[in-house]
């Protein structure tokens, strides 16, 4: 397995703790893969799974915990190491390569996203009830943003409504593809919605805790992505009918919804980036032992022009892809996620691209095998391609790199659309 490490000079740190992740995924993570899937497939699906809690207790044990928890999030470094987001490229790039890994480190999405929310922005009541259970790995979480009614793109359209009511808020509204809901220890989910509709259109927006076991709180359905259930984690259509939650649920306060999405997201995008490049990673070298045992017109598949040809543009790509990864991990450290938000964009646009076309390669050299469940290629096409749409489709992410390209020029796009 290619190091990250050798990519990009870290820190002494970092390169021990990602050496002891790579033993740790050798010996505990790769030979159980099918374990995992046979557990899935036993009785009910959304059950969470018993191997994957004694791997997370070995992890933990191995202090192979919370990397993803910033410096200052944790002090004392009692919850995680407290890495930058430079240091944590490479280990999430590794856990990455098998799609459950990251539960294992209690570094999965929606979670860590959900955590950085409630160490940046939580009350000490609110990181007592919700983010120590989180971090402990006790509990998982879901983010409640996206609606089936309206493009969620723009999140201005957000029409659910969180309206104050005494010393309560009572939410209303409908979502979906709320990811972790099907899991039966998911306990609370961050919803987002308006608080104050004739508000300045970035200032109507709030975001509360809900507990999933609320009145009023209903899971409807489980939706699939490309026929793939992702049990037990899952991604939820959910209804929330007039849900009374405590007034001292509310994040920060009223309004600020848009401020903690962009404290949110920026992190979140980037983890998808760097678990997509392992999966980009891992496949490469499926596409490599392929080629070198397949033999078809008389000599290896290796042989053919063709395939060296999708074997070099596929390191080339994948390369690119980190570099950049690493460029805007390091400026988020250096300058802030604000500053950072075209380097977050366009990362974010890149490698899912990159994934993708590195996926389909390895599936076209596997033929037949490469679309069926024998190879982990199906599964991973998938969640690259949902990752295209999660966190923000290509186009606002271009839009945003195209909007501080301008700027950076000494042009701003505000006062060119006044011109007509």
């Known amino acids: 397995m290619t190091s990250p490490a ?22 505990h993570i790769y030979p159980n893969e099918a ?17 994957i809690d004694d791997l997370k207790g070995k992890a933990r044990a191995e202090g192979l915990w919370n990397f993803f928890l910033p410096p200052g999030s944790d ?12 240091e944590y ?40 009830q919700w983010l120590r259970p989180l971090l402990n790995g006790e509990i998982r979480s879901a983010f409640s943003m996206t609606e089936p009614d309206v493009a969620s793109s723009d999140a201005t359209n957000i029409e659910s409504s969180i309206v104050r009511d005494g010393d309560d808020y009572v939410v209303s509204g409908r979502k979906w593809w709320t990811s972790g809901a099907g899991d039966p220890r998911c306990r609370v989910s ?44 899952g991604h939820a259509q959910m209804s929330f009918d007039n849900v009374r939650v405590p007034a001292s649920n509310l994040l920060l306060g009223e309004g600020r919804g848009f401020e903690i999405a962009q404290g949110r997201l920026g992190p979140g995008r980037i983890h998808h980036c760097m678990r997509l490049i392992g999966q980009a990673e891992r496949a490469l070298e499926l596409m490599i032992a392929r080629s ?13 022009q063709h395939t060296r040809e999708m074997v070099a543009q596929s390191r080339m790509e994948i390369d690119q892809a980190r570099l950049l990864t690493m460029k805007a991990a390091h400026m988020m450290d250096t300058v802030g996620n604000k500053a950072a938000r075209g380097e977050i964009a366009a990362i974010k646009v ?4 990159v ?23 199906p599964l991973m096409y998938a969640q690259a391609r949902t990752l295209r749409l999660a966190d923000g489709p290509d186009i606002v992410h271009t839009e945003t790199v195209a909007k501080e390209e301008y700027r950076r020029q000494g042009f701003d796009t505000r006062k060119l659309a006044g011109k007509r």
């Open 190 to 233: 961050i919803f987002m919605g308006k608080t104050d509709p004739q508000a300045e259109r970035h200032l109507q927006q709030s975001m509360i805790l809900v507990p999933l076991d609320a009145p009023g709180v209903t899971k409807e359905r489980m939706l699939t992505v490309f026929g793939y259930d992702d049990a037990p984690h």
């Open 6 to 27: 050798t990519m990009f000079d870290v820190t002494p740190r970092a390169r021990q703790l990602h050496e002891q992740l790579a033993r740790f995924m050798d010996a």
């Open 35 to 51: 374990g995992v899937e046979a557990e899935i497939g036993t009785g009910d699906r959304w059950q969470h799974l018993h191997l």
């Open 355 to 377: 994934a993708l076309r590195v996926i389909d390669r390895a599936i076209q050299l596997y033929g037949g095998e490469g679309v069926c469940q024998d190879t982990p290629l």
């Open 75 to 86: 002090p004392g470094g009692k919850f995680g190491p407290g890495l930058s987001n430079l």
């Open 292 to 304: 070198a045992g397949r033999v078809a017109f008389g000599k290896p598949l290796a042989l053919h």
């Open 350 to 353: 890149i490698a899912p691209n």
């Open 89 to 128: 490229t490479g280990l999430c790039e590794t856990m990455g390569r098998v799609w459950w890994a990251p539960e294992v480190f209690n570094c999965s999405a929606p979670d860590t996203g959900n955590m950085e929310v409630l160490a940046r922005y939580g009350t000490p009541e609110q990181q007592e």
